[in-house]
């Protein structure tokens, strides 16, 4: 079964101070992982996909890195509209759908 | 371009009623895709249409829950009849095709609660 954990659950941070969140994943043979952000009340908001060990991307100051066990999404001097829950969600590469299999997030908070 | 579009957007019904959700997905997205978001958790697939097939319908409670996608465009899911543990976000994302690894996007959900 695939599975998702993200760490931490919850992180405050103060308006430029940089830090990294995790996501651990096991799968059957991985197909992509993607993050996604999610403010309150909203949808998710895909961000990145990440396909093979030691692929990165970036967006603005958001950086995600990928391994053969875990990703890493680096956030760089955040701003206060950084604030939302990041999710990560892996796609096996067997069987006929698209399942994203998802953690059950990192809520970050930044203040000024 | 317009997103994925849910209605309603908030549902407060008491357990045993029965209800319905409505999701219209990104013009041209094949495949379409109902989530549910427990408060605190990350969403969890209940059914993925390919067109208005079912590819997989796996996570879906079909005791009291289903889903249709009559004309290969929007969708509905029906809960009947509804339970307290059902209270949670409903989610409808599309994506382009089924092959492949295509990024999904999701609407805004409807907040369902059941008393």
């Given at each position: 079964e695939d599975q998702v954990t993200q760490s931490p659950e919850a992180l405050r941070l103060q308006e430029g101070e940089s830090s990294s969140l995790n996501c651990s994943y096991t799968v059957s043979g991985l197909r992509g992982l993607f993050w996604y952000r999610q403010d309150p009340g909203k949808g998710p908001e895909f961000l990145f996909t990440l396909y093979s060990a030691g692929e990165e991307k970036e967006k603005e100051r958001l950086k995600a890195t990928l391994t053969k066990k875990e990703s890493f999404l680096h956030i760089t001097a955040?701003?206060?509209?950084?604030?939302a829950t990041y999710l990560c969600a892996v796609q096996a590469a067997e069987g006929g759908g698209n399942k994203l299999t998802f953690g059950t997030g990192t809520q970050l908070k930044v203040e000024l | 371009e317009a997103g994925v579009a849910q209605s309603p957007r908030y549902k407060i019904i008491e357990k045993r009623q029965s209800v319905a959700f409505w999701c219209n997905p990104i013009s041209g997205h094949a495949t379409l895709y109902w989530y549910q978001q427990i408060l605190g958790q990350g969403p969890k697939l209940l059914i993925q249409f390919q067109n208005n097939g079912?590819?997989?319908?796996?996570?879906?409670?079909?005791d009291r829950f289903s889903a249709e996608r009559l004309k290969g465009v929007d969708s509905t899911l029906k809960i009947q009849?509804?339970?307290?543990?059902?209270s949670a976000v409903y989610l409808c994302a599309s994506s382009l095709?089924?092959?492949g690894s295509y990024e999904q996007y999701f609407g805004p959900g409807t907040r369902l609660t059941v008393t």
């Open positions: 955040p701003k206060p509209e950084d604030s | 079912v590819v997989d319908d796996s996570q879906l409670p079909k009849p509804a339970k307290l543990e059902d095709r089924l092959a």
